[in-house]
Structures are given as C-alpha cells and as structure tokens.
C-alpha cells in the first residue's frame, strides 16, 4: 500500500508555456501533500505544503503565482508551473501524507521530469 | 533551508563492504528519517529514528542517533551493486511542523 503516482513522468514544454503536474495518492487517502524540486546532482527543497481544502503554503522564495498549487480532493494533488522558463528545468517530486495511521511518515511519487525548451 | 549535511558526499566501496554515510543536523528534531534515490527516480523511505532513539535496524541497515551531537549514521552492511544510488536524511523539527527537511545526500557506488 501507500503508491503515490505522478503524471506525466516527463515533459518538454516551449518557454512561456504552462505545465501541469499532477500527484495522485493510490490507495489511501492524504490530507497533506508536499511539493519538492530537484536540481541535477542536488537535495530536494521543499517547495509548498498543500493542504486538501484549503490554500498552499509556500516557502520562503517560492512564487506562488508562478507555482500554482490545488489540492481539491483527498487523492490528489496538482502543480501548475506557470509561464515556464528554462530555469524552471528541474525534478519536481511530491510527496503524500496520510490522513490517519503512522504520523509524519510521507510516501513519495516518482517523479516528474520537467523541461523548458 | 538545507538542515542536514551528509558525508562523505560520495562514495565508492566493492561489493560485500560496508558502506557508512553520516548526517549532521542543526535544530531538535522529532525523528529522523533515511531515504535511498535511485538515478531520476522518487525516494525509498529506508528506515526512521526517533529523537528518543539512539540506534534501529533493519535489515542490511543499521542507523543511529546522536541528539547531543545532532547526527546520525546510516551503515550498510555487505553491500551489493543494487545498494548504488544516492541517499537522504531528513529531519522532522519540533514544534508541529510536518515539514522534512533533507540533507544534501551521499552517492554510493557499489562496485561489482
């Protein structure tokens, strides 16, 4: 149990463009998803707490009109990066959090690949 | 913010060795957790420690917990080429927030 997926797992985009991301948790049900991006070689940063219901919580220097994010139902989640740039070129991973059962534990997708041409 | 800081960044043993990759961190935590990235893929939760932990295994691995000194080891006992990938800590901070916070990481290599 516990599958995140995300859709698509790659994608090119023309600079300008928007891209939606979406992450999906399979089999149970999360109230919180997290947002994280991925440079080559480095960490991931979190970029945003989504919360089902309500507004997203972004960190410190993340654009939130640029990162748009909706958490509508309990089973997923969707990042829409905005205007895209060639520095938004980057792994964009999210994470799920359960609504019950074992705390603090996040159950992670495998991945977007997102590239601006 | 980065809190956890992994060394070495890199590492390259044979098969059968052990591998040991640290974390130091900078703020309490409530638990910290070890994660495995294989090349362009998501993360593999591997195992978590709670603050009031001081060492849990788990198969091959076997992770420890220093609060005095704010980090931790990850060691792989004999260690197969499949072990080669890269990974994490990450914190959880006191004081309510959910958010992890990930260390920079340790590439292994496991050499066959």
């Known amino acids: 149990g516990a599958v995140v997926s995300q859709h698509p797992s790659w994608v090119i985009c023309k600079s300008g463009t928007s891209v939606k991301i979406e992450c999906r948790s399979l089999d149970f049900q999360a109230t919180t998803m997290f947002w994280y991006r991925q440079f080559p070689k480095q960490s991931l940063m979190l970029m945003a707490t989504s919360n089902e219901g309500s507004k997203a919580t972004y960190e410190q220097g993340v654009e939130k009109d640029k990162f748009l994010i909706n958490h509508a139902s309990l089973t997923l989640s969707t990042l829409t990066v905005t205007s895209a740039h060639p520095e938004d070129s980057s792994f964009y991973i999210c994470s799920a959090q359960r609504t019950s059962g074992t705390p603090y534990e996040q159950y992670f997708g495998p991945g977007t690949r997102l590239t601006v041409t | 913010s980065q809190q956890g800081e992994e060394d070495p960044q890199a590492l390259s043993i044979q098969e059968g060795e052990n591998a040991t990759m640290n974390c130091s961190y900078k703020t309490s935590i409530n638990n910290l957790q070890w994660y495995r990235q294989n090349s362009g893929r998501g993360l593999v939760h591997l195992i978590l420690?709670?603050?009031?932990?001081r060492e849990k295994h788990s198969g091959r691995l076997r992770v420890t917990l220093d609060t005095s000194k704010k980090s931790s080891s990850l060691l792989i006992t004999a260690s197969r080429a499949a072990d080669t990938a890269s990974y994490f800590c990450a914190t959880l901070t006191q004081g309510g927030s959910e958010k992890l916070v990930f260390g920079k990481g340790t590439k292994l290599t496991v050499n066959p």
């Open positions: 420690i709670r603050s009031n932990e």
